[in-house]
Structure formats: C-alpha cells, structure tokens
C-alpha cells in the first residue's frame, strides 16, 4: 500500500529537548537522590513516560524524583528548549504531498503546549497528537501509535510510517506494523538506535522526508 499517513514522535525528533530532559533529570536526582548519575543514564529512557523513568532510577522515591523533575523542568523550559531547524518547513512539505501527520508522544499534554507555546508554527503543520494522557499502555507498547491512526481516520498499519529518536519508537513501530523511521540528531546514539532494526535509519529530516515521500509515491522495500 502506498503511505498515507507519518506520525512523529515529539522529543528528540520534532523539538530539541535533550538538554532540557537532561539538566531537569541530573536536578531531580542530585536534589531527591543526592548522586550524580552519568549522562547517559538519565537519559536511557527517553521516549517512555518520565513516571516509568523515575521508577528504573529509584522506586522507593519515585513520586519525589518526578515532582521535582516537573517543576524544574517547567521552570527552565525556555532555557533550554531548541527549535531543529527547518522542521516546520519539512512537515509543510510532507503535508503538501497529501500526508497527514501526526505526533505520537509520552509526553504529557501540558508540557506538549508549552513546547507549541514556544514554536507555534509547530502546531500547524500537525493535524493530530497523541499524548501521554490518551492511552494506558505507552510505548514501545504499540497502542499509542493505534490510537494516533484512529485519530487521523483509521487509516490501516500498512499505510503508515512511524519517525522517532529512540529505541523504544521503532519497537513500538514494528509492534504496531507500520514503518519505522529512526533519527539519529534526538538523544540516543547511531548504534542503539541501529540495534533496535528499524526499516530506515536517516541523519536529517530532509533524508526522513525524502523517503517518506518515496513511500507515498510507491511503497518499497527498507534499507538502513
């Protein structure tokens, strides 16, 4: 089947937030836990939902660790926060060849609004988003990304494409049976991301959008 529809993860792929996580996790763990973990711990589970996060980090202490994450992060959002350039013009461009986009997030609807506070040409060139609050299973459970084709018409699995930074987006891709694209600029290095075997690995969105448009125009075979 051709492409029809491309959903997004937000974090790492849409937004640059990686600082943004990383300044608000090394704050709630130094503030809660009193230990300074390395950087790529407090960021390995980027991409799943921060309550799930804080629970790998410290069960007992969870609650505590998610509380002050939030209001850090709230309160530096704008400190840190980083628009990747040309993202919106790359969406308009998928837009303008008939796809529908949508983004697929772990992330809570309030922190979603602050982010399109920020860079509200973001919001218009998304038709539909899917937010932490939507679904009971998250990723790299498939449902969010279900629940994300429901929302732009029931398109089927086999229409669709899935772009994401994280591990966790291409497993919940290939869960759902749509395409996975991963990018390789969010918070997780090339091999980790090759490792999870996504049908397309690509360095900038221009590369994402010129095979997502391939796609739509006849739908063929993944390489990485």
Known sequence: ????????????????????????????????????????????????????????????????????????NEKHHNDFIKEFPGVEKTLARLQHAGLEVGVVTSKRRPSVRMALDSFPGLGEVTDRFVTMEDTTEHKPHPEPLLA???????????????????????????????VSVGVSWGAFPEDALRAA????????????????????????????
């Open 1 to 72: 089947m051709t492409l029809r529809v491309v959903l997004f993860d937000f974090d790492g792929t849409l937004v640059d937030t990686t600082e943004l996580i990383y300044q608000s996790m090394r704050h709630a763990t130094r503030s809660v836990l009193g230990r300074e973990l390395s950087r790529e711990t407090l960021l390995a589970g980027v991409g799943r939902p921060l309550p799930q996060q804080m629970e790998v980090l410290d069960a007992e202490h969870a609650e505590e660790l998610l509380e002050t994450y939030r209001h850090h």
């Open 148 to 178: 994300g084709l429901r929302r732009l018409g029931g398109v089927s699995p086999e229409e669709a494409a899935y772009v994401g930074d994280s591990p966790y987006d291409i497993e919940a891709a290939r869960a759902a049976g749509v």
């Open 197 to 224: 075997g996504p049908d397309y690995l690509v360095p900038d969105l221009d590369a994402a959008a010129d095979i997502l448009l391939e796609l739509a125009a006849d739908q063929g075979g993944g390489t990485s």
